[in-house]
């Protein structure tokens, strides 16, 4: 018989009304003869709520009992699920991250998924009921509730299928798929008909949080494909799936800006080897994800290393900076916290070039400084002021024309040239 996942975000649950029409989804595939599983977020901003409430009472909350108050949102969610579903008439039951042994490692407030013992969801499927799972929340070995990062629910929806060998994984939205660009920012953003695991895990992780990084991870590594689609229609959505050769015809395949990030600043360093090694290493000691990193050195031989991350994590960043003075005596330390990360992704950098240079020119033509430049084969980001993010996006999805070009993935052209990014 075969499996359906099907995940419903915040907005797609954010009251009674919604609750029933997804449960009512849900219910249409199982009256097709499908075994049903969900994976629910909380209701609406509950969780920006409860994040809000734990500022009211702490400085800086505790990490454990963070994730303790922030799992309470789903559970809420998946009880009224299943009261819902056995209200229509069908047999439903839910479950919390420690009752079906979602386990994780101890990283409270983002959490990696160690196993899934999927045999009691299974059972229940087995029995006939529609089994409501909690996203976003784990377990550890020792019983803590812990959570997988804000969006996480998609880290359960595809850690589901996979661990049920799910024929479709569905995750239902407030939009009707995935688009060029942030559709709430740039307006003539396009959905995609379907799109590849690196370049949705390149999106994901430049900004576009229809989806966690980790569960477009997920989903190549366990080939999963996701469908993403609007929970308030029946059109079809945005497949993700394996790149065809065809893919690499289009050259940018979308935009995506990342907001709310931060700079340290690090002066007066040593110039000799071993020194970077070492501040990265504390900084990855204390679960930091950093995410572009810059050397410079003086003529006076002082180097000067400036990182990025998350303004989430300025203040444990700087805590753990602050160590760093007992290895280098003269150290500065110095942040800024108004930065912006405007990005565009395609597979078909690899084989077409040009593409930094029209990048730029966009920037440039609107005076818009970049203040750091990072590539990858797929990817170029430019780091500038965060007020002109919103502008700086619509201004590259122009210059691709991906409101307007072709979008078809027509006959290959070009020769790729292995290994290496053209640009
Ligand atoms: P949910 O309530 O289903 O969890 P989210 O708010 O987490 O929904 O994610 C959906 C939102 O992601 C959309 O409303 C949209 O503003 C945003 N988004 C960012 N980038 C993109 C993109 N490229 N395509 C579609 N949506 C995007
Ligand atoms: N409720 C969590 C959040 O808002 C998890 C999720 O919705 O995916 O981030
Ligand atoms: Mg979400």
Wanted: with cysteine; glycine share 6%.
């Amino acid at each position: 018989m075969s499996i359906v996942v099907m995940k419903f975000g915040g907005s797609s649950v954010a009251d009674a009304d919604k609750i029933r029409a997804a449960a009512r989804r849900a219910i249409a595939a199982h009256e097709k003869g499908q075994q049903v599983a969900m994976v629910v977020s909380a209701m609406g901003d509950t969780t920006d709520d409860l994040e809000k409430l734990a500022y009211q009472v702490a400085a800086n909350p505790d990490k454990r009992e963070w994730d303790q108050l922030m799992v309470t949102g789903e559970q809420v969610t998946i009880s009224l699920m299943a009261m819902a579903l056995r209200d229509l008439g069908v047999p439903a039951i839910s479950f919390t991250a420690d009752q079906i042994g979602m386990v994780t490692d101890g990283v409270h407030t983002k959490a990696r998924l160690l196993r899934i013992n999927a045999r009691r969801i299974r059972r229940e499927l087995d029995e006939g009921k529609i089994v409501i799972i909690a996203g976003f929340q784990g377990v550890t070995a020792n019983g803590d509730m812990t959570t997988l990062g804000r969006g996480g629910s998609n880290v359960t929806l595809v850690a589901i299928a996979a661990a049920l060998k799910a024929q479709q994984c569905e995750n239902y939205t407030d939009v009707d798929g995935v688009y060029t660009a942030d559709p709430r920012i740039v307006p003539t953003a396009r959905k995609l008909a379907s799109i590849s695991y690196d370049e949705m895990l390149e999106l994901a992780s430049l900004g576009a949080n229809v989806l966690h990084n980790r569960a477009v991870e997920f989903a190549k590594k366990y080939r999963v494909p996701i469908h993403v689609r609007n929970s308030q229609n029946e059109n079809q959505g945005t497949l993700i799936v394996a790149e065809t050769a065809a893919m690499e015809n289009i050259v940018v395949r979308g935009a995506a800006l990342k907001d709310k990030l931060a700079r340290i600043t690090l002066r007066h360093l040593p110039d000799r080897p071993g020194v970077v090694a070492r501040i990265f290493h504390v900084i990855a000691e204390a679960d930091i994800v950093v995410d572009d990193i810059l050397q410079t050195v003086n003529p006076a031989g002082r180097a000067t290393v400036s990182f990025t991350i998350d303004l989430r994590e300025l203040n444990d960043a700087l805590t753990v900076c602050e160590r760093l003075k007992n290895d280098f005596t003269d150290l500065e330390i110095s942040h800024v916290t108004d930065l912006a990360k405007v990005s565009v992704v395609g597979v078909g950098m690899r084989v077409h070039t040009g593409v930094a240079e029209r990048m730029f020119k966009a920037l440039a033509d609107a005076k818009i400084n970049i203040e750091n430049i990072t590539t990858s084969e797929i990817k170029i980001s430019c780091i500038i002021d965060r007020e002109q993010g919103p502008e700086a996006l619509r201004l590259v999805h122009d210059a691709f024309d991906l409101g307007t070009g072709p979008l078809k993935e027509t006959r290959k052209r070009g020769k790729k040239r292995a290994g290496r990014a053209s640009k």
